[in-house]
Nanobody, 127 residues
Framework: QVQLVESGGGSVQAGGALRLPCAVFVYTISLYAMGWFRQAPGKEREPAAAIYTGGGSTYYADFVKGRFTTAQVKAEYMLYLQMNNLKPEDTDMYYC????????????????????WGQGTQVTVSS
């Protein structure tokens, strides 16, 4: 089994920064990719960033490129999302997710490819 626990959410003013940690409690299976998704009330969950854990390749949605960075620290079983230059439209619930099967190039974008999810952490950006 695997459990993901996000933290680090909070309120920040526009232009500010937050770092979201995701603790990975892995017991029996391998994880091939990890991603960050976000969702606003009444809207669909959308991808923000992902990392393929084997080679470390990272991928970002266009609306976060140049502002968000995701990184893994395997020895600590941690995934991080560093969010800089935050905007009010980044206000969302942010979720950490993991895939327990290999993903092809481009598959990171689709939430149905992730079978393990955290509980989410709220990020609020004020103008």
């Amino acid at each position: 089994q695997v459990q993901l626990v996000e933290s680090g959410g909070g309120s920040v003013q526009a232009g500010g920064a937050l770092r979201l940690p995701c603790a990975v409690f892995v017991y029996t299976i391998s994880l091939y990719a990890m991603g960050w998704f976000r969702q606003a009330p009444g809207k669909e969950r959308e991808p923000a960033a992902a990392i393929y854990t084997g080679g470390g390749s990272t991928y970002y949605a266009d609306f976060v490129k140049g502002r968000f960075t995701t990184a893994q620290v395997k020895a600590e079983y941690m995934l991080y999302l560093q969010m800089n230059n935050l905007k009010p439209e980044d206000t969302d619930m942010y979720y950490c997710a993991a895939a327990s099967r290999p993903l092809a190039y481009g598959d990171w974008y689709y939430l149905t490819n992730y079978n393990i999810w955290g509980q989410g952490t709220q990020v609020t950006v004020s103008s």
